[in-house]
């Protein structure tokens, strides 16, 4: 397995996937024929969409093409699987249809390298269950890539603004828990990343990451960090 899980798009200045150029050279080594899916974007077109990532990712010397552009069958054809932020729903909903689900899971577990953030994070996990998203789609079911044996909650915060009587995402998140306690959850702040390599799962960015699992009290992990097995 190797994979790169990120949280977020954006670094703080607002740049886009500049603190991930770097991340994704390392990932893809020689490999250079990166395959894009598009689908999670829903306010933009996937033209525009593979457009934007091809040219952020251009330094890092990768050629990408739009997922809606090829057909599953195409994979062996490419070095690099690449999924974008947006509508997690969507993103799996497309990504099934498509027959893009079963043919990623397959070539992943063979090796084929993975890079995704935030939607395309949560992909990657057992279930889309932990996505701060709308349900805008039926997706056909929860069940995602199944990459790896924990739950992405992307773009964590618990900030609160004033004023605002909502739950904040620690309330969500100990419901998820309460009701399904057999599953850990990974909350990576927005800059923070797991970096995957077999069974290893390392945790890394400038932010304190947290670890939920049932029947314990929510760790906070310091970066670097090895993710507990």
């Known amino acids: 397995m190797n994979l790169l899980l990120l949280s977020n ?23 250079t024929k990166a395959l894009f899916l598009p689908f999670a974007g829903v306010t933009t077109t ?29 994979l062996d ?25 079963q043919a990623i899971r397959r070539a992943a577990f063979a090796g084929l390298p993975y890079m995704g953030w935030s939607a395309g994070s949560n992909l990657a996990c057992p279930t889309i269950c932990t996505t701060n998203d709308m349900p805008i789609v039926d997706p056909g079911g929860f069940d ?26 620690d309330q969500r998140l100990a419901e998820f ?14 800059g923070d990343w797991l970096r995957v390599r ?8 400038p932010f304190p990451a947290r670890l939920l699992q049932g ?5 906070e992990l310091a970066t670097p960090a090895q993710l507990p097995a």
């Open 77 to 101: 054809a490419f070095e690099l699987v690449i999924v974008g932020g947006g509508n997690t729903f969507q993103l799996l909903q497309q990504a099934r249809q498509r027959g893009w689900l």
């Open 144 to 169: 995602a890539l199944g990459l790896i044996d924990v739950q992405i909650n992307p773009h964590y915060t618990n900030a609160l603004p004033v004023g605002h009587q909502g739950e904040t995402r």
């Open 9 to 31: 798009s954006r670094s703080p200045d607002g740049g886009y996937l500049d603190h991930a150029v770097e991340l994704v050279r390392e990932l893809a080594g020689a490999r």
């Open 215 to 219: 029947g314990k009290e929510p760790v």
């Open 46 to 74: 996937w033209d525009e969409y593979t457009d934007k990532v091809r040219q952020a990712l251009a330094p890092a010397g990768l050629t990408v093409t739009g997922a809606h552009t090829v057909k599953a069958g195409d």
């Open 177 to 190: 828990m309460a009701l399904r306690p057999e599953v850990k959850i990974v909350a990576l702040p927005e």
């Open 198 to 205: 077999g069974k290893q799962i390392s945790l890394d960015g």
